[in-house]
């Protein structure tokens, strides 16, 4: 069994056909699907999501790094409202994006810290998006670090030099369908990790991997990505999906 570690399920790309794309899923084999939360606009589908398919679909609760901007205090107390009620296993996706808009960057700074901060009060990994903000981010875990900090760094595309300082601080690297792109280079990273430090992810409806490359993803194609993996490391998929099923449970404190 598989599970995909990253998923916006809830997204309005799959409102026609969600419940077909969620069977599709569970007929490939993938058991589970952890959704990150984006702002307050997507709360709802999302916890809609997990009443629909308990058990399957877990959320997350964060702030997106590119829905950080004038209000991202209020979303921010929204984000600690939710946690308030009730718990969730992970806070995410929360992190730097540098590659859209560096207009608030220092609020995206303010609000990864705090938000490592809620994660560390609730004894939950954080879920990590970095784009274009590797050292910027570094920067702030290494502030944070400690066995209390631990998590996912979500669609990672980094060196392996930046693969090993992010396993140093206790984060697992999410691979997803850019390691089936031709000339991503994500190959020979992941050629040199362990698979002890990896998790599979989609993050559909974004990222699918080849063949379906440039049309809309969905969590059925995680087997893609593991087929890649396998061949990467030379092992049977079946060795990629017990070992990354296994980090998978670990992290989000999951009984399989």
């Not at 309005?12 to 606009?41: C, V, W, Y």
């Not at 998590?151 to 601080?169: L, M, N, S």
């Not at 698979?195 to 993803?217: F, I, Q």
């Amino acid at each position: 069994m598989f599970i995909d570690t990253h998923t916006h399920l809830y997204s309005e790309q799959f409102d026609d056909d969600r419940h077909a794309m969620l069977q599709r899923m569970l007929d490939a084999g993938i058991s589970k699907a952890f959704l990150p939360n984006i702002d307050s606009t997507s709360i709802e589908g999302m916890l809609q999501l997990e009443k629909d398919y308990p058990d399957i679909c877990y959320p997350m609760m964060g702030l997106h790094p590119c829905s950080v901007n004038e209000n991202y205090e209020e979303e921010l107390a929204r984000v600690e409202a939710e946690w308030a009620k009730r718990p969730f296993v992970a806070v995410g996706e929360i992190g730097i994006d540098l590659y859209w808009d560096k207009t608030f960057f220092t609020q995206q700074q303010d609000a990864f810290r705090r938000q490592i901060q809620l994660a560390k009060k609730h004894k939950v990994p954080i879920i990590i998006h970095c784009r274009e903000s590797f050292d910027e981010i570094f920067e702030i875990l290494e502030e944070e670090k400690g066995d209390d900090l631990y998590g996912i760094f979500h669609c990672f595309t980094g060196t392996v030099e930046q693969a090993h300082r992010a396993i140093g601080y206790n984060m697992l690297l999410g691979i997803g369908g850019v390691v089936t792109f031709k000339n991503s280079g994500l190959d020979k990273v992941v050629a040199e990790i362990d698979l002890k430090h990896l998790v599979l992810e989609t993050d559909s409806p974004y990222l699918a991997p080849t063949p379906h490359r440039g049309k809309r993803n969905e969590s059925s194609y995680i087997t893609l990505v593991a087929q890649k993996i396998a061949e990467i490391h030379n092992c049977p998929i079946e060795k990629i999906a017990e070992i990354t099923t296994a980090n998978a449970l670990k992290v989000f404190n999951i009984n399989g």
